[in-house]
């Protein structure tokens, strides 16, 4: 009896449905979360974006380039939490903070840092304006942070598979120390949800997050 009778070609096919029907109810979810949040928080934007034009000069929206989803070049929308020259580095950082910025691509107590932005921070309220990266289908709410380009070579033979699936606001890497781990154990951790991609899963990265933003746990 051949593979066909035995029924042996619908398993592969089943597998891609369901995966299918799972990214196709996460976008549908995705997009009536958000379209709702940012009709309800759109008096504490308007709040905020006053307090960063009275505490600084600059732009209120921050734009970086990032890489989304199978290597697609995205802007990443935040509120600005930095002085607006702060890509001037020398101006800012000492040999030894350079050293730690490029290692890690971030520094604890950046001095680039605003009064306001680092309450941004704390409260992870600078990551809201990515609600229109997830409007716009470039995000979603859960998924590995999208990185800049030069950062991809630290997944060396993961990056095919973090960049599988749409970057989110938040993630299994977001929610399980952020800032307080390594480099290398963000890349593991991003490459499981990837690898591990479930609804159950999203779940349990929702939940998690709301702990760490209340308990502040790895924002900085």
Same mark, same amino acid.
């Not at 716009?136 to 950062?151: D, W, Y």
């Given at each position: 009896?051949?593979?066909? %009778?035995?029924?042996?070609? !619908?398993?592969?096919?089943?597998?891609?449905? *369901? +995966?299918?029907?799972?990214?196709?109810?996460?976008? !549908?979810?995705?997009?009536?979360?958000?379209?709702? *949040?940012? &009709? &309800?928080?759109?008096?504490?934007?308007?709040?905020?974006?006053?307090?960063?034009?009275?505490?600084?000069?600059?732009?209120?929206?921050?734009?970086?380039?990032?890489?989304?989803?199978?290597?697609?070049?995205?802007?990443? @929308?935040?509120?600005?939490?930095?002085?607006?020259? %702060?890509?001037?580095?020398?101006? @800012?950082?000492?040999?030894?903070?350079? &050293?730690?910025? #490029?290692?890690?691509?971030?520094?604890?107590?950046?001095?680039?840092?605003? +009064?306001?932005? #680092?309450?941004?921070?704390?409260? *992870?309220?600078?990551?809201?304006?990515? !609600?229109? =990266?997830?409007?716009?289908?470039?995000?979603?709410?859960?998924?590995?942070?999208?990185?800049?380009?030069?950062?991809?070579?630290?997944?060396?033979?993961?990056?095919? !598979?973090?960049?599988?699936?749409?970057?989110?606001?938040?993630?299994?890497?977001?929610? =399980?120390?952020?800032?307080?781990?390594? /480099?290398?154990?963000?890349?593991?951790?991003?490459?499981? /949800? %990837? #690898? =591990?991609?479930?609804?159950?899963?999203?779940?349990?990265?929702?939940?998690?997050?709301?702990?760490?933003?209340?308990?502040?746990?790895? %924002?900085?």
């Amino acid at each position: 009896m051949n593979s066909e %009778a035995l029924g042996l070609e !619908l398993v592969p096919e089943k597998i891609t449905i *369901s +995966k299918d029907i799972y990214v196709k109810f996460k976008r !549908l979810i995705d997009f009536i979360i958000v379209f709702v *949040s940012i &009709i &309800i928080l759109s008096p504490i934007f308007l709040v905020i974006a006053l307090f960063i034009k009275i505490s600084s000069k600059g732009p209120v929206i921050y734009k970086h380039k990032r890489v989304g989803k199978d290597g697609v070049e995205i802007y990443l @929308y935040k509120f600005r939490t930095m002085v607006s020259d %702060a890509d001037n580095f020398s101006k @800012y950082f000492t040999e030894e903070q350079m &050293i730690e910025f #490029k290692k890690n691509y971030k520094l604890d107590n950046d001095p680039r840092v605003t +009064k306001f932005g #680092k309450i941004l921070r704390k409260t *992870s309220l600078d990551e809201i304006p990515q !609600l229109f =990266n997830i409007l716009k289908g470039e995000m979603s709410l859960i998924g590995p942070r999208p990185v800049l380009e030069k950062e991809l070579e630290y997944f060396k033979d993961k990056k095919d !598979l973090v960049l599988s699936v749409l970057p989110g606001l938040t993630g299994w890497w977001a929610c =399980n120390g952020r800032s307080c781990t390594t /480099y290398e154990e963000r890349v593991e951790l991003e490459a499981y /949800y %990837a #690898k =591990n991609i479930s609804l159950k899963l999203d779940i349990k990265v929702f939940f998690r997050t709301i702990i760490a933003v209340l308990q502040g746990r790895g %924002a900085k």
